[in-house]
């Protein structure tokens, strides 16, 4: 099943992620293919990463202003045309049906015909790393907000009354996988991925540069390309559905 997606671009793509800067780790090589081939790219950060800081003179609302604004200059790296920051507080987010409910608007929004997110299932990414709990919720609410939140038109219908329509997506891409089941070749964007890292410095030491390339040597680990970016992709298909099923939310 292993498929490297080297021709797909999407019309259009939605990233959704706990933290500024989660996105450049987990994505940037693949989305900045993309944007240059035309897809609209949007990020949607969750949390304000307001508390990714050791300054005792640090306050979280310059946290978040600074973090917003590297978030910013690090998508445009990349070419990422639209950014949607919203607010919720770093480090305590959980997987509620209001976080489902705010990332279904989004979708309703903006229509993507890709989501991509952390992997919920993914509880150790290593021997050297446990996945963040802010990772985890944010990946079980937007796969849920994909399937079935965004598609059905009885779920949450205060979004209807707001005119946002049901939007079925049509594939959601996982990252931080551990089961991988596709891997984008990134060796012509790898650059922009270091420096699309290196707009974090309130986080991320110069030599983030460095690991980049290291990140992507593994990642492209037993498949036929240098640099890559791996992720567990859903295909949506509904051989059962009816045809008024199908035609519900259809871009
Ligand atoms: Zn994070």
Redesign the pocket.
């Known amino acids: 099943m292993a498929s490297n997606v080297d021709g797909y671009v999407p019309a259009s793509a939605m990233v959704v992620v706990?933290?500024p800067d989660?996105a450049e780790f987990m994505v940037a090589g693949t989305v900045a293919k993309w944007a240059r081939r035309g897809a609209e790219v949007t990020y949607v950060v969750i949390t304000k990463g307001d508390k990714g800081s050791e300054d005792p003179e640090m306050t979280p609302s310059r946290l978040t202003a600074i973090r917003e604004a590297e978030q910013r200059a690090a998508g445009a790296v990349l070419g990422v045309r639209n950014f949607e920051f919203m607010g919720y507080e770093d480090g305590y987010l959980q997987h509620t049906l209001e976080l489902r409910r705010d990332i279904t608007r989004l979708i309703r929004k903006y229509r993507p015909e890709v989501v991509m997110c952390f992997d919920p299932t993914s509880r150790f990414i290593s021997d050297f790393y446990p996945n963040?709990p802010?990772?985890r919720a944010s990946g079980d609410a937007t796969v849920d907000a994909v399937f079935p939140s965004a598609r059905d038109r009885l779920t949450f219908p205060e979004l209807l009354t707001d005119g946002l329509q049901p939007h079925k997506v049509k594939q959601l891409w996982l990252g931080n996988a551990g089961q991988p089941n596709t891997w984008v070749d990134i060796a012509e964007t790898l650059d922009l991925k270091r420096q699309a890292l290196l707009k974090h410095p309130s986080q991320l030491a110069e030599d983030i540069a460095g690991f980049a390339d290291q990140f992507a040597r593994w990642a492209a680990q037993g498949q036929e390309m240098m640099f890559a970016e791996s992720f567990r992709r859903i295909i949506f298909d509904e051989p059962f559905a009816t045809p008024a099923t199908r035609a519900t939310g259809q871009a």
Request: charged share 35%.
């Open positions: 706990a933290h989660d963040h802010d990772h």
